[in-house]
């Protein structure tokens, strides 16, 4: 015979004024489970009532009981419970004393967060069982843990926050890591070894253009100089080079002329800068550095300066010559240039003397370091 289901109406209720008078009247009724006797009357519970054990639910809601005793059935089964918290709480404004524990507890942030104040004693109502009583049924990694020993990551709680704070230091960690790299000039050395390969790549692959072009002859010098110092190129450096000297003074070597590599003259149009600058160098014994605060202001030197210096300074300080047109010191280089600034601390450079009785010896000199193991 299934289970009995009795409802106690508003009418009725009131002609039964005692709760025990209720429990003895269902004690008689053996296969009794579910009894609502809610919206009466009681103000008040016997200290023992006699229900049958196989009553499992009992509403007895809006009752004006102030006080519960061991008259509630023993073999009841309450509601579960599976969050609660301070709003929940506010509803009972009378409520003291809170025993909540062994229940099926979802341990989420906020309600970890809550019952944890609570459990310490920071709220208004009492949690009156222990602390071990309460604990965590999911997620799956926390069941069976205690709620009050429960350490919740930022990463769970707050994910939003995480990711924007993650985000920012990651940010800021990749913009002093670029500031870094650049201070020490890393991408410059990337820049200048990634135009190297490809330079290289580029002039091992032959070109019938190229072969037959002038830019493959051998030069005695290519020179690197400033726009701004041309005049003193055009002038001086290419007229006392390039032609014929008839001078009895000098020795027949020293008339001899020279061939110089200039980027105005020599230079294929339509060419890559690149493949122009690495050719020349490539093709040229030596490479003269025309040294100026306009030289270090010029992109273009710098450029020309950039490309050349892992084939110039790889192969050996002897292949550059350097030559100021007016007082320089290495610290006046840029420090990446750091085998030019070493360069000009270990090796004797020439100065262009403003002084005009300097000069030819200026030329000797420079004569000699061109043509070097031929004189």
Not at 23 to 34: E, I, P, Q
Not at 97 to 123: E, H, I, P, R, T
Not at 130 to 138: A, G, K, L, P, V
Not at 236 to 264: A, I, M, N, T, Y
Request: proline share 5%; aromatic share 10%; net charge negative.
């Amino acid at each position: 015979m299934p289970g009995i289901e009795i409802h106690w109406f508003q009418g009725l209720s009131t002609s039964v004024q005692s709760l025990s008078m209720i429990s003895r009247m269902g004690a008689r009724l053996l296969k009794l489970t579910h009894l609502d006797i809610s919206r009466t009357g009681y103000n008040s519970m016997p200290s023992s009532c006699s229900w049958p054990s196989t009553l499992k639910y009992l509403n007895i809601s809006r009752a004006k009981l102030t006080t519960t005793t061991p008259c509630l059935p023993a073999s009841l089964e309450f509601n579960t419970l599976s969050v609660f918290g301070l709003s929940d709480l506010h509803s009972y404004r009378r409520l003291e004393n809170l025993q909540a524990g062994y229940n099926k507890y979802v341990c989420g942030c906020d309600f970890v967060n809550f019952l944890q104040s609570q459990l310490k004693g920071g709220g208004d109502v009492k949690l009156t069982d222990r602390e071990d009583s309460y604990t965590c049924d999911s997620p799956l990694h926390l069941q069976g843990e205690a709620v009050s020993q429960v350490h919740l990551s930022v990463i769970v709680c707050h994910p939003v926050l995480f990711i924007s704070v993650s985000c920012g230091v990651a940010l800021l960690i990749g913009v002093l890591i670029c500031v870094l790299l650049w201070r020490l000039h890393v991408f410059w050395y990337l820049k200048m070894t990634w135009a190297w390969l490809k330079a290289k790549r580029s002039s091992q692959k032959p070109r019938k253009d190229i072969l037959e072009s002038e830019v493959l002859q051998s030069f005695d010098a290519f020179v690197s100089y400033s726009e701004r110092d041309a005049g003193w190129v055009e002038n001086f450096l290419v007229p006392e080079l390039e032609e014929p000297r008839e001078d009895g003074s000098r020795s027949p070597g020293s008339s001899r002329p020279l061939s110089l590599c200039l980027h105005k003259r020599d230079f294929l149009p339509g060419h890559w800068i690149m493949d122009n600058i690495m050719s020349a160098i490539e093709h040229s014994r030596h490479t003269v550095f025309i040294l100026s605060e306009n030289f270090l202001q010029s992109d273009w030197c710098r450029y020309e300066l950039d490309f050349s210096h892992f084939w110039l300074f790889d192969a050996g300080g002897d292949a550059a010559i350097l030559i100021l047109l007016e007082p320089l010191s290495k610290d006046d280089i840029p420090k990446r240039f750091c085998k030019l600034r070493k360069l000009m601390s270990s090796t004797t450079y020439l100065e262009w003397p403003q002084e005009e009785e300097r000069r030819p010896e200026f030329w000797r000199s420079l004569r000699n370091a061109l043509r070097g193991d031929d004189d």
